[in-house]
């Protein structure tokens, strides 16, 4: 409804201007503050004061006068009317608009938009597998999975894929390591019971070698570890054997961590693919043809001062094994041709890797504007126990670990004061401690735009009465209370309210039908129809976020349908209301805030729980 009601706006303020004989280009389009009783507003008079020689109070008097023209001429669904407040223009909705938004948010599909019949590919997270998932780049999978899910909710046709780094040094290192000592050469016992936490130590035993074996010894190791990457170069399957047993073991913990999120994949795309199928060679002797190739330090490089960038691009050593990017050169060229669009989600140190990528690209003739990436900046610890461990670092799953451990010691201490007659037992008290746990760290995590630097905080992220994961939550375990209530109790429910709950597990998921019994007009108070507007606006949040790839804007507006729930919830008796249509009414609002909510924070990858 508001994304029809702001085109509606859009086109009676264009033909306004071109009767006024006006420039239509900036429309000045904009949400009003919040105390007004208005559903969009127009700042185009502050830039059309001055082409017009008067004040903007006495320009919008004028554009009103002519869109009031414009709606008086064409019919139209949710626009009613315009009026001013000073230099600004405000529109006001039909009743239509609320009504028919109660019918929407019935659908427990509620924020879907209609299937684009585009393609994207969301790379995301394609850590290295060289161990566990370590917190400070545990922003990437929280970031791309909300990412994708949001793009997923626009329309599009979304895959979600992990790029395997299976062919640098790194995994010849790792590869070479673990086929080189035993257990009883390794220091420490494994940190957890999995196993990327066993095989991390033979990397950490390697690499530890490297650095303080004798040179002979270190020599004789690195013949060996480039023996691997030649024979990965070479095309040798004996190689690409080796290297997998070590690759796949790894990331099959880095997948177990990785799903406690939870963050799934589609495919995991390895690199050694592009090396496989020839696609890798065809792009280096491609670059060496190009008037920017030059063959420097022993190496072929690429100059990218026309696209702005300084600093050359090494494609090809000197013993003609590839590096990273040029791997990845052919990897995106095959999402390209397979893909309408690629999206990857990268740390701000691959800022400068994603600009030559994207340069080189270019150079190779491909579409680059079918590629966008979204830069996130990293997640720091305050001190405290988890930022003063000894070792390599905290791991993402410490601090799942310690986030389930916390809400459950919450959940414990809210048990005394809950409304809700329905006894929690000790299995329902880990459920909430999980759903709200995970939920607290992904939230905090997204809620913030990616290029701004957080630190995680577990008081800010597990208060349930901030703006916080629990606060909104809590709103849709509300939600669910008043609808079992209202569905076992012995009054006629509206079907919209009883179908509201059934099949509803912990996910928020349910059913819905038309609220054709239900009459918005009902909602008279201002805490009713303001929450109702706010239901109203989610599709255009989705489309939002989706067009800037910015899940933070769905994470605002959880807050704000929360603070309007809230608002409702406290002044707006729903079952005990003065009238069976009053009730139904309100009933119904509960039941499309319970979907917008639930679904909202499922683009976030947050569960919606139905107590707590």
Same mark, same amino acid.
């Given at each position: 409804?508001?994304?029809?009601?702001?085109?509606?706006?859009e086109a009676a303020l264009s033909v306004a201007l071109?009767?006024?004989?006006?420039?239509?280009?900036?429309?000045?389009?904009?949400?009003?503050?919040?105390?007004?009783?208005?559903?969009?507003?127009?700042?185009?008079?502050?830039?059309?004061?001055?082409?017009?020689?008067?004040?903007?109070?006495?320009?919008?008097?004028?554009?009103?006068?002519?869109?009031?023209?414009?709606?008086?001429?064409?019919?139209?669904?949710?626009?009613?009317?315009?009026?001013?407040?000073?230099?600004?223009?405000?529109?006001?909705?039909?009743?239509?608009?609320?009504?028919?938004?109660?019918?929407?948010?019935?659908?427990?599909?509620?924020?879907?938009?209609?299937?684009?019949?585009?393609?994207?590919?969301?790379?995301?997270?394609?850590?290295?597998?060289?161990?566990?998932?370590?917190?400070?780049?545990?922003?990437?999978?929280?970031?791309?999975?909300?990412?994708?899910?949001?793009?997923?909710?626009?329309?599009?046709?979304?895959?979600?894929?992990?790029?395997?780094?299976?062919?640098?040094?790194?995994?010849?290192?790792?590869?070479?390591?673990?086929?080189?000592?035993?257990?009883?050469?390794?220091?420490?016992?494994?940190?957890?019971?999995?196993?990327?936490?066993?095989?991390?130590?033979?990397?950490?035993?390697?690499?530890?070698?490297?650095?303080?074996?004798?040179?002979?010894?270190?020599?004789?190791?690195?013949?060996?570890?480039?023996?691997?990457?030649?024979?990965?170069?070479?095309?040798?399957?004996?190689?690409?054997?080796?290297?997998?047993?070590?690759?796949?073991?790894?990331?099959?913990?880095?997948?177990?961590?990785l799903a406690r999120l939870p963050a799934d994949f589609?495919?995991?795309?390895?690199?050694?693919?592009?090396?496989?199928?020839?696609?890798?060679?065809?792009?280096?002797?491609?670059?060496?043809?190009?008037?920017?190739?030059?063959?420097?330090?022993?190496?072929?490089?690429?100059?990218?001062?026309?696209?702005?960038?300084?600093?050359?691009?090494?494609?090809?050593?000197?013993?003609?094994?590839?590096?990273?990017?040029?791997?990845?050169?052919?990897?995106?060229?095959?999402?390209?041709?397979?893909?309408?669009?690629?999206?990857?989600?990268?740390?701000?140190?691959?800022?400068?890797?994603?600009?030559?990528?994207?340069?080189?690209?270019?150079?190779?003739?491909?579409?680059?504007?079918?590629?966008?990436?979204?830069?996130?900046?990293?997640?720091?610890?305050?001190?405290?126990?988890?930022?003063?461990?000894?070792?390599?670092?905290?791991?993402?799953?410490?601090?799942?670990?310690?986030?389930?451990?916390?809400?459950?010691?919450?959940?414990?201490?809210?048990?005394?004061?809950?409304?809700?007659?329905?006894?929690?037992?000790?299995?329902?008290?880990?459920?909430?401690?999980?759903?709200?746990?995970? &939920? %607290?760290?992904?939230?905090?995590?997204?809620?913030?735009?990616? *290029?701004? @630097?957080?630190?995680? =905080?577990?008081? /800010? +992220? $597990?208060?349930?009465?901030?703006?916080?994961?629990?606060?909104?939550?809590?709103?849709?375990?509300?939600?669910?209370?008043?609808?079992?209530?209202?569905?076992?109790?012995?009054?006629?429910?509206?079907?919209?309210?009883?179908?509201?709950?059934?099949?509803?597990?912990?996910? &928020? %998921?349910?059913?819905?039908?038309?609220?054709?019994?239900?009459? *918005?007009? @009902?909602?008279?108070? =201002?805490?009713? /129809? +303001? $929450?109702l507007r706010e239901i109203a606006r989610f599709p255009?949040?989705?489309?939002?976020?989706?067009?800037?790839?910015?899940?933070?804007?769905?994470?605002?507006?959880?807050?704000?349908?929360?603070?309007?729930?809230?608002?409702?919830?406290?002044?707006?008796?729903?079952?005990?209301?003065?009238?069976?249509?009053?009730?139904?009414?309100?009933?119904?609002?509960? @039941?499309?805030?319970?979907?917008?909510?639930?679904?909202?924070?499922?683009?976030?990858?947050?569960?919606?729980?139905?107590?707590?």
């Amino acid at each position: 409804m508001f994304r029809q009601f702001r085109s509606e706006v859009e086109a009676a303020l264009s033909v306004a201007l071109s009767d006024l004989d006006l420039p239509t280009d900036d429309l000045g389009i904009e949400e009003p503050p919040a105390d007004t009783d208005a559903t969009l507003a127009s700042s185009a008079s502050f830039r059309l004061a001055g082409e017009l020689g008067e004040a903007p109070p006495q320009v919008a008097a004028r554009l009103a006068e002519a869109v009031s023209d414009a709606i008086d001429a064409e019919a139209y669904d949710y626009l009613a009317a315009v009026d001013t407040a000073g230099p600004y223009l405000n529109f006001r909705t039909t009743d239509a608009y609320l009504d028919d938004t109660l019918v929407a948010g019935a659908d427990a599909d509620y924020g879907a938009l209609a299937d684009r019949d585009t393609s994207v590919v969301v790379e995301h997270t394609s850590a290295n597998p060289t161990g566990p998932v370590h917190v400070g780049r545990a922003r990437n999978p929280i970031v791309g999975d909300a990412v994708a899910n949001v793009l997923d909710m626009a329309g599009y046709d979304v895959e979600r894929h992990y790029y395997v780094n299976d062919a640098g040094r790194q995994m010849a290192v790792f590869t070479w390591a673990y086929e080189t000592f035993d257990e009883s050469d390794l220091e420490e016992p494994p940190a957890r019971d999995r196993i990327e936490y066993d095989l991390v130590r033979y990397y950490r035993k390697g690499n530890s070698y490297l650095e303080e074996a004798d040179p002979e010894a270190v020599e004789a190791a690195e013949d060996e570890i480039r023996s691997i990457l030649q024979g990965l170069e070479n095309g040798d399957e004996e190689t690409y054997e080796r290297v997998g047993t070590v690759v796949d073991q790894v990331l099959s913990g880095m997948r177990e961590c990785l799903a406690r999120l939870p963050a799934d994949f589609d495919e995991f795309v390895k690199e050694t693919r592009f090396m496989r199928n020839g696609s890798t060679d065809e792009i280096a002797a491609r670059l060496k043809e190009s008037d920017q190739a030059v063959y420097e330090e022993d190496a072929w490089q690429l100059e990218l001062d026309d696209w702005g960038i300084d600093k050359n691009l090494v494609f090809l050593r000197s013993d003609d094994t590839s590096l990273y990017t040029t791997r990845d050169l052919a990897h995106h060229e095959w999402k390209f041709a397979n893909y309408d669009r690629a999206v990857t989600v990268l740390g701000e140190d691959h800022k400068l890797q994603a600009d030559q990528l994207n340069a080189t690209l270019d150079l190779l003739g491909n579409d680059v504007d079918q590629l966008e990436n979204v830069i996130y900046s990293y997640v720091n610890l305050p001190e405290g126990k988890m930022s003063t461990r000894r070792g390599t670092g905290v791991m993402l799953d410490d601090l799942l670990d310690e986030a389930i451990d916390r809400a459950r010691e919450e959940v414990e201490t809210r048990l005394d004061d809950r409304i809700r007659d329905d006894d929690l037992d000790e299995a329902d008290v880990e459920r909430i401690a999980h759903q709200v746990g995970i &939920g %607290a760290v992904r939230y905090d995590v997204v809620s913030k735009q990616p *290029a701004k @630097a957080i630190t995680f =905080e577990w008081d /800010r +992220a $597990l208060d349930f009465e901030a703006q916080s994961a629990p606060y909104v939550q809590y709103v849709h375990a509300r939600c669910c209370g008043i609808l079992e209530e209202a569905a076992s109790a012995d009054v006629p429910v509206p079907d919209v309210a009883i179908n509201a709950t059934a099949g509803d597990g912990g996910n &928020g %998921a349910a059913g819905g039908s038309a609220a054709a019994n239900v009459d *918005a007009d @009902a909602l008279e108070t =201002e805490e009713a /129809r +303001a $929450l109702l507007r706010e239901i109203a606006r989610f599709p255009a949040v989705i489309e939002e976020a989706a067009e800037e790839l910015k899940p933070h804007i769905v994470a605002t507006y959880t807050r704000e349908i929360a603070d309007a729930y809230n608002v409702f919830y406290r002044e707006c008796p729903v079952l005990s209301a003065e009238s069976p249509e009053l009730r139904d009414a309100r009933l119904a609002l509960v @039941a499309a805030s319970k979907h917008a909510v639930a679904n909202a924070l499922g683009i976030l990858g947050v569960e919606a729980p139905d107590s707590m």
